[in-house]
């Protein structure tokens, strides 16, 4: 599975800083743009990945439906 989110990156005096929009906690920093990048999409990750592992954890033995869910956002 595939998602896309808005990455925004803000210039400071010896850093980049970067988050996503859409997902809140996904922040991070580098030296360069290009690392800082890098570094954000190893934060989405991990928060995704935690999440889903929290849910799991939260709802094992429960009986529930799990489906992908897509939407087109402007």
Request: hydrophobic share 40%; aromatic share 6%; net charge negative.
């Amino acid at each position: 599975m595939e998602n896309s989110f808005t990455a925004v990156f803000q210039k400071t005096k010896d850093w980049w800083i970067a988050f996503v929009e859409e997902l809140p906690g996904a922040n991070t920093q580098g030296k360069t743009i290009d690392e800082a990048r890098e570094n954000l999409k190893e934060a989405v990750e991990l928060i995704l990945q935690s999440n889903r592992e929290l849910s799991r954890r939260e709802l094992a033995g429960k009986k529930v439906i799990r489906e992908e869910l897509s939407i087109a956002v402007s």
